[in-house]
């Protein structure tokens, strides 16, 4: 899969195992390590654990997630971290790693501002998805408005997650703008400045993906 995006410099990877797939052949930390120096690899993951999908002894889970964290640690890339109804455990994991020695990012936040704060300490990114925009997500919004704008990154999480007034249709990257419309009315932030915020703060995390895209920094997202 990775042939598939060698057309297109402009575009970044990650390199990881979804905490609820199931594979033959369980990677190590070494094979994660060796494919996420691939110079296209900015980040490892996404990683993490989702005890809403799964049951029973979910030790398995939480080895893997270790085993990505060391990896990362090992080649001093970013975490790109997945957590559902497992936010305690996956702190705790985090903590117990260090992995506040490389950071990353909560994508796909879905969780409270104790939650947020918490990770932040552990150097790590919140990442608001088209779940913001939902007229439900009242907790979710709370945590964006608190947010300090240096932690701030935004996503869609496609073909999922489809933002209003997309909600209810594939999801595509281009309806981040309308995430980060979102995100800027509940901050009184126009959306130009959360287009510069975000894709700033993108770059400063993926350091590498400067390295191979040549974008610089200071570009806006495009929103």
Request: hydrophobic residues 40%; contains cysteine.
């Amino acid at each position: 899969m990775r042939d598939m995006v060698d057309p297109f410099p402009e575009i970044s990877v990650s390199v990881g195992v979804h905490p609820n797939e199931k594979v033959v052949n369980e990677p190590d930390m070494d094979s994660l390590a060796e494919l996420a120096r691939d110079t296209r690899v900015v980040a490892i993951g996404e990683t993490g654990l989702d005890y809403f999908r799964a049951d029973g002894d979910l030790r398995w889970q939480q080895e893997r997630f270790r085993t990505h964290v060391r990896a990362a640690i090992r080649i001093g890339k970013p975490l790109i971290i997945h957590t559902r109804e497992a936010c305690a455990d996956t702190l705790r994991i985090l903590k117990e790693e260090r992995a506040d020695s490389v950071g990353g990012v909560l994508h796909c936040f879905t969780e409270d501002w104790q939650t947020a704060k918490e990770a932040m300490d552990l150097n790590f990114y919140i990442s608001f998805s088209g779940i913001l925009t939902f007229k439900n997500a009242m907790q979710i919004q709370d945590v964006a408005r608190k947010m300090p704008g240096e932690r701030l990154l935004v996503e869609t999480d496609a073909p999922y997650l489809a933002p209003v007034p997309m909600r209810g249709k594939p999801n595509y990257p281009e309806y981040v703008r309308h995430v980060a419309s979102c995100l800027g009315e509940l901050r009184g932030s126009r959306l130009e400045e959360i287009a510069d915020l975000t894709t700033a703060n993108y770059f400063k995390l993926f350091s590498a993906s400067r390295d191979h895209t040549g974008i610089p920094q200071t570009t806006t997202s495009g929103f």
